[in-house]
Each structure stands twice: as structure tokens, then as C-alpha cells.
């Protein structure tokens, strides 16, 4: 099946810097992609919408100046953490479609210190 | 709006028992239905769909539209089975409507 990978899997920062995320759907393209995040033993939250070459649609909560998302090609989407704090610690989770079916990455894990 | 309820979060059975996971949904439309599973420290991954009506890994799952289910069993429970378990819903192209899981633990 088509496979998403994340980039890093793991990152560790200082409280107020930024991270970035990379999310590729590696042997299919994706116009649409999914940034989900998950807190401990909790289930996934979605949290905006990726669209290529269009701004992504944020869920109600979410704030787009603190989660930064650019889809900058058919395969890449990133999502940027800006002046991240520790309660912004969690881990992040893109999915993109194909056909209809989601296809997950494998996450990323970060912790701000 | 859609929502998917998975009223057990911790479900522990003995290895060779029977193993049904509740799933409830509610959505007006005709909707897809998933299993996902996580096992410790890997990726979510698919474990089946409504659609497909398939069996992976022993499992099975039925969508009954009359009582909005789509429950997850097993006949006989393996220590491997040990993971999370998501039951989502799709509408089309949509981000999942993720249930807040079960944990499965199977007891030796």
C-alpha cells in the first residue's frame, strides 16, 4: 500500500523555539493531507487540513499562528510549532488519502523542554 | 455532526478468549467505517474496513446500521493482540472521526 513517512520521528527543544515537521506521501501524490495530534492516552484530534497550493483549514481551537502548515508540493506538507511551549508537547500525526483510504504516517514525537 | 463512541478504554481477557470491542457511531449519511490499531511504539495502521468485509489477523467486524455498531471481534484472543484500537468513520475524502480507543490487553 502507499506509505507517508515524518520527519524527525522524535525532537527535543527548548521552550520558545520553533520545530519543524515533515510529512511525505513517498509513491503517491496528495493534494489534501491531515495533521492530527495525540496526547497521551488519548485518542487522535484532528487538527487542520492541508491543501496544495491553498491556505489548510484549521479545526475550531486550533491556533494557525502557533501551527504553521505548508503544503508546499503534491507530496510534502510540514507543520511548523512556532515559540513552542511544553504544553506543547505531544505527538503529531499526518495522514493522506488515496482513493478512500487514509494512509497514516509514523508520527512525531516532540517534547519542549 | 459525526461522532463514534468507544465506551471501554481498558478491555483485558485471557489469551484464548473471546474478544469483542464496542464501537457506536452516529452520522446521518451512509458512512465508512475503520478499524486502526497501534501496537507499542509503531505506527497506526489499518486493520480493516466495512467495505472490504474481510478478516485480518482473525478479526472481524460488522456494520449494523439499525443499532449504529461496528464492534470488533475475535474469536480466541493472542497475547500479540496486546494494542490500542481505534474505530474510526470516514464521509468521503474526509479527515477520520477518531473513537477516543480501547486499550486491549491480553493476559496470559
Known amino acids: 500500500g502507499a506509505v507517508v513517512s515524518q520527519h524527525p520521528s522524535w525532537v527535543i527543544c527548548k521552550s520558545g523555539t520553533s520545530v519543524k515537521i515533515e510529512c511525505r506521501s513517498l509513491?503517491?501524490?496528495?493534494?489534501?493531507m491531515f495533521w492530527y495530534r495525540q496526547f497521551p492516552k488519548q485518542s487522535l484530534m484532528l487538527m487542520a487540513t492541508?491543501?496544495?497550493?491553498?491556505?489548510?483549514?484549521?479545526e475550531q481551537g486550533v491556533e494557525k499562528d502557533k501551527f504553521l502548515i505548508n503544503h508546499a508540493s503534491l507530496t510534502l506538507s510540514t507543520l511548523t510549532v512556532t515559540s513552542a511551549h511544553p504544553e506543547d508537547s505531544s505527538f503529531y500525526i499526518c495522514?493522506?488519502?488515496?482513493?478512500?483510504?487514509?494512509?497514516f504516517g509514523p508520527g512525531t514525537r516532540l517534547t519542549v523542554l | 455532526a459525526q461522532r463514534v463512541t468507544q465506551p471501554e478504554k481498558l478491555l483485558s481477557v485471557f489469551k484464548g478468549a473471546p474478544v469483542e470491542l464496542k464501537c457506536n457511531y452516529s452520522?446521518?449519511?451512509?458512512?465508512?467505517l475503520f478499524w486502526y490499531v497501534q501496537y507499542s511504539r509503531q505506527r497506526l495502521q489499518l486493520l480493516l474496513r466495512?467495505?472490504s468485509r474481510e478478516s485480518i489477523k482473525g478479526f472481524t467486524a460488522d456494520l449494523n446500521k439499525g443499532e449504529t455498531s461496528f464492534h470488533l471481534k475475535k474469536p480466541f484472543a493472542q497475547e500479540e493482540d496486546s494494542a490500542m484500537y481505534y474505530c474510526?468513520?470516514?464521509?468521503?475524502?474526509?479527515?477520520?472521526?477518531f473513537g477516543k480507543g480501547t486499550r486491549l490487553s491480553v493476559i496470559a
Open positions: 495522514s493522506a488519502p488515496q482513493g478512500d483510504e487514509q494512509f
Open positions: 466495512h467495505i
Open positions: 452520522y446521518s449519511g451512509s458512512p465508512e
Open positions: 474510526a468513520l470516514a464521509t468521503g475524502n474526509t479527515p477520520l472521526v
Open positions: 492541508s491543501n496544495e497550493g491553498s491556505k489548510a483549514t484549521y
Open positions: 509513491d503517491f501524490q496528495a493534494t489534501t
